[in-house]
């Protein structure tokens, strides 16, 4: 079972370049999830979906866009790379929708390190 | 959303109980009370939840005061593969929240041998 699947796992960029960032889960969850994690800082979402073709900002969105492609992918876009976007990102799935659900345990991927110079 | 309050960092010995506290006193009726666990460079893994009953799994033990304002996790024996940063967490189901999860700074747990 792969549960959340992030691609790549390391990624070095200039300031200026654009990146996307690869999200898949097979666990057939309908909500997804982007998180950034600094040295030394608990996790702050950048953006979630709560279903296939939505999309909605979390706390720090600026400088991101995101795709939910189908029910399994969701991407996420840095469209001119900064230094301040140096983090590690975290891409996350869990069963929770509009509707609820008891089954709230959301999976996380490993992470993509990302450092821009 | 509501807060979380947890101490920066503990310390136990290998095979003690471990007992993190986390103080929410703002919680809402339909908060779920969420502990989450990051390894070093890992993702954060789920540990266990609750609503007002205490809960047990296999990884812990949840106990949740009867306001609710306030909750522990009991790790019954800890290992040295329970050094870890622990996460409590309010997650709300309802609504609009789509059961984001908002982590605050956590507890920083060390086991010593």
């Known amino acids: 079972n792969a549960g959340v699947t992030q691609t790549p796992k390391f990624q070095v960029l200039k300031t200026g370049q654009s990146m996307t960032l690869q999200c898949a889960q097979d666990?057939?969850?309908?909500?997804m999830y982007w998180y950034r994690q600094d040295p030394g800082m608990g996790l702050r979402l950048i953006y979630y979906?709560?279903?296939?073709?939505?999309?909605d900002k979390g706390e720090v969105p600026n400088g991101y866009n995101v795709s939910r492609l189908n029910k399994r992918e969701f991407s996420l876009r840095l469209e001119s790379a900064a230094p301040s976007q140096t983090s590690v990102y975290f891409c996350?799935?869990?069963?929770?929708?509009?509707?609820?659900?008891?089954?709230?345990?959301?999976?996380f991927g490993q992470g993509t390190r990302l450092t821009v110079v | 959303d509501a807060k979380t309050t947890q101490p920066n960092s503990m310390e136990s010995n290998e095979e003690e109980p471990v007992h993190l506290p986390c103080n929410h006193s703002?919680?809402?009726?339909?908060?779920?009370i969420h502990w989450y666990r990051q390894l070093p460079s890992q993702g954060p893994e789920y540990v266990i939840h609750?609503?007002?009953s205490n809960v047990n799994n296999r990884m812990a033990s949840l106990a949740i005061a009867e306001d609710r304002k306030s909750s522990t996790l009991i790790l019954h024996r800890a290992t040295l593969r329970d050094a870890a940063v622990y996460y409590c967490?309010?997650?709300?189901?309802?609504?609009?929240?789509?059961?984001?999860?908002?982590f605050g700074q956590g507890t920083i747990l060390t086991v010593h041998p």
């Open positions: 609750g609503l007002t």
């Open positions: 967490i309010l997650r709300d189901l309802g609504g609009t929240s789509y059961g984001k999860l908002t």
């Open positions: 703002t919680i809402s009726g339909t908060d779920y």
């Open positions: 996350a799935s869990s069963e929770a929708g509009v509707s609820g659900s008891m089954n709230t345990e959301a999976f």
């Open positions: 666990m057939n969850h309908n909500s």
């Open positions: 979906s709560a279903s296939e073709g939505t999309t």
